[in-house]
């Protein structure tokens, strides 16, 4: 039977539609504390003074902890392996609480008491007196060099990095055309429908543990034990299912906060949620970027020449510090071909909330400038949009000059293929072209790639235990964390496809717990099915190996012969059936002179990567005179491998384009300028699209099988957020002429640039 490729259903979806399931919030321990923080109300500074005095006497508090009261070192966030090299760990550079205010909701105090209402009283009675710094706000503010530095010693520049190949200004001189662009890209937050929540306790011999809505449960057990100054092996980390994370449930925020509050109430458990206002802006965002791209061309479009300089505005702590502005850097080498090209870019502290991972990890950033450019070059040539990118794209069999990754595979030009077939290109282009009144159509595409997990930059290793129960049926369990995006279900059919049993035979057990879950570094980077997926293989082999061999022993059958197939021992050339699965389980356990349980536990050091593509093709009606856009059809194509789930696939595809529809057209954080106040952390003001603002989202799967894979498959759940935005951009300048060179493309900033350019 093939289960892998099948849209078998997802193992807890019933139990989710019906409410069974627990999160964090859900979970409640006997003598439970609960938490919150105070933040402060500047965004640059210092703390002067502060009383906590009345917080402490209000009847029904239990602990009131400042600034003053924590460990005095730093430690990171963000949730990257550790590295034994000094020079390649995260920057440490955060504090459980502080007295240097570095944003608008910076950490200066917590409260404990016994339920969030008298916690929050307790909040009111806190005084506090501020030395406050001029912010720094802007890539302008960050960059002067009189700016008062956020962190000391820092100059406000977190990283810079930059490469070069070719000889760049030899090949801009023989080049026929130069263009040069600007693109800017703004601030937004992932709005999982669950907000950051822990809880923590101390047992009786001292360890601490944690129950976390998190991406990285063992990350998370090695930050918290730096940030209270621990062995690790004294924190343990239990997660139970997640309401969705996108990457900013990829840093440990909450949990040592949690964690050292329990230390201050004997152990008791103090339970640490955000509220959603918290969430926008306590927790982390994607970056807003700054690109500046020149590129130049020979007559018929091809690319000779390129240089990029890409600014990533950090906010006020590192978190991931540069490694997305370098990912976006090597994006621009990575997409398409250029015989010259140069590249910098840095990465800048600044008073705002702390940006991190979010799906894409800044490939929708530099995807939206590059695919705008490669757009407004075809438009200044006249030349097709597609035949552009077909000129200049890489070809399977590329090899990254610096990382050394080779494309083994590469389906962009039949994604290509099939989205102009579906959106009917050709036609209406040539309709398209002459247009006059208020409301216009027109029709844009963009291509991406985005590589599958981290190697070679950071390690991949994960691991997974199988044992095979009584009835022939197998118990499976990951380090891999299970955060809504269905990976429960994927390796499940992976372990029944390899061993040869039914999918219902399979149990996973979808809570980590640092203690007895196989080591993984968690979920991220789309690497589930790539690298989780070959340690899920590397375990379901051994179980049938030795599955196998005992069914050999028993029945006297060469081993060489034998296959699994349904739950049952057949003959390999005709499928014949021999003896059920069960039998041989049974004996396992029982036989009283060869009883061994069929057990696997395995660890996979993954050390290669895929890059997987696609593209996204766009038709819009652009209002005029109100600047509104309306997506009349959009498709999603992908080149994602072998799909494992198809069902399972697509949704991911839906997902992850309406989060790329709301960055293109409606979501931004916004900031006072001057104070940098947050204006619009709620879902009131953050204009999040609704199910009635989404359109029919068509997808399309180009199916190659890379021979890195432990099924064929590549990445697929961060790719269909990437390449919205610049689509949809490009049908605005398909339908209006006018180039929008900044997301969110609201109706506000269309109109402007309408009216600037003498179409109103």
């Known amino acids: 039977m093939q289960i892998i490729g099948t849209s078998v259903p997802r193992i807890d979806g019933l139990s989710k539609v019906c409410g069974k399931i627990q999160y964090v919030d859900d979970l409640y321990l006997r003598d439970m504390l609960y938490a919150k923080i105070y933040r402060s109300t500047i965004a640059n500074g210092r703390v002067k003074a502060i009383d906590v005095s009345e917080a402490k006497r209000l009847p029904g508090v239990e602990a009131v902890i400042t600034f003053e009261d924590v460990p005095a070192h730093t430690f990171p966030t963000a949730g990257h392996p550790f590295s034994l090299d000094p020079t390649h760990q995260d920057v440490a550079d955060h504090s459980i609480l502080t007295g240097r205010i570095r944003y608008w909701g910076d950490e200066i105090a917590a409260v404990v008491a016994v339920d969030e209402l008298t916690a929050e009283k307790a909040l009111k009675l806190i005084k506090v007196e501020y030395d406050e710094y001029p912010s720094v706000l802007t890539l302008s503010d960050a960059l002067d060099e009189s700016a008062v530095e956020i962190h000391q010693g820092s100059n406000n520049i977190i990283k810079t990095t930059s490469y070069k190949f070719g000889e760049l200004e030899q090949s801009f001189v023989e080049c026929d055309y130069i263009l040069e662009g600007q693109y800017k890209t703004s601030i937004v937050q992932h709005c999982a429908m669950e907000n950051h929540s822990a809880f923590a306790y101390t047992d009786q011999r001292g360890r ?18 730096q940030a209270l100054g621990m062995p690790w092996g004294m924190i343990r980390v239990v997660k139970p299912y997640v309401g969705g994370g996108f990457g900013s449930k990829q840093d440990v925020i909450v949990e040592p906060i949690a964690a050292f509050l329990s230390t201050k109430v004997a152990g008791r458990p103090v339970k640490l949620e955000l509220t959603r206002e918290e969430t926008f802006i306590a927790t982390r965002t994607r970056h807003a970027m700054e690109y500046t791209l020149k590129s130049g061309v020979a007559k018929d479009g091809t690319l000779l020449a390129r240089k990029a300089n890409i600014f990533s505005i950090n906010g006020a702590y590192a978190s991931h510090g540069h490694s997305i502005a370098s990912k976006c850097a090597a994006t621009i080498r990575v997409q398409y071909k250029q015989p010259a090209i140069e590249c ?17 990890y800044g490939i929708p950033q530099v995807n939206f400038a590059l695919e705008c450019h490669m757009d407004d070059l075809a438009y ?17 069999g590329f090899v990254d000059p610096l ?29 398209y072209k002459e247009q006059s009144g208020n409301k216009r159509r027109g029709v844009g595409m963009a291509c991406f790639y985005y590589g599958t997990a981290t190697y070679p930059v950071g390690q991949e290793i994960a691991g997974a235990r199988i044992v095979l129960n009584q009835d022939g049926s197998v118990q499976l369990q990951i380090g891999a964390t299970e955060i809504g995006q269905g990976s429960d279900t994927v390796f499940a059919q992976m372990a029944a496809e390899t061993i040869g049993i039914t999918f219902d035979k399979v149990h996973i057990i979808t809570e980590q717990d ?30 049938k190996a030795k599955i196998l061999q005992r069914a050999s022993s028993m029945t006297d059958i060469p081993l060489q012969t ?54 996204t093709f ?37 997902g992850g384009v309406s989060m790329g529809l709301g960055y293109a057209l409606y979501e931004q954080l916004l900031f006072d300028s001057k104070s940098g106040k947050p204006l619009n952390n709620n879902l009131l003001d953050y204009k999040l699209m609704t199910a009635s603002d989404t359109p029919e989202i068509g997808v399309a799967f180009v199916e190659t099988y890379d021979p890195t894979a432990p099924f064929g498959n590549k990445a697929l759940g961060e790719p269909p957020a990437i390449s919205p935005a610049p689509a949809i951009r490009n049908a605005i300048l398909n339908a209006t002429g006018v180039k929008i060179n900044e997301v969110p493309m609201t109706p506000q900033r269309l109109f402007e640039a309408f009216k600037e350019a003498g179409l109103i």
């Open 344 to 360: 910098s870019a840095t990465t800048v502290y600044a008073n705002l909330p702390a940006a991190g991972a979010m799906r894409g």
């Open 514 to 543: 640092t203690d007895i879950t196989p080591f993984d570094t968690g979920s991220y980077a789309s690497r589930q099915t790539y690298v989780s997926g070959a340690a899920v293989k590397k375990a379901a082999e051994e179980i």
């Open 618 to 654: 766009a038709e819009v009606e652009v209002d005029i005179l109100t600047g509104k856009v309306a997506v009349m059809e959009l498709y999603n194509i992908h080149d994602s491998g072998k799909i494992i789930n198809p069902q399972l696939a697509e949704g991911q595809v839906h």
């Open 380 to 396: 200044e040539l006249g030349i097709d949009p597609i035949d552009i990118r077909l000129k200049n794209l890489h070809e399977a």
């Open 208 to 225: 601490i543990i944690i129950y976390s809505s998190t991406q990285i449960p063992h990350i998370c057990r090695r930050i918290v034990g």
């Open 562 to 615: 034998l296959d699994t197939d349904m739950d049952w021992i057949v003959y390999k050339h005709s499928r014949e059936k021999i003896k059920p699965l069960s039998d041989v389980a049974l004996d396992s356990y029982y036989n009283l002179k060869t009883a061994a349980p069929i057990t696997a536990d395995v660890s996979n050091l993954t050390r290669t990567n895929a890059f997987a593509y696609g593209c």
């Open 403 to 431: 990382s050394g990754v080779k494309a083994h595979t590469n389906g962009v030009r039949e994604c290509i293929r099939k989205g102009r077939e579906l959106i009917n290109w050709t036609n209406k282009r040539s309709c």
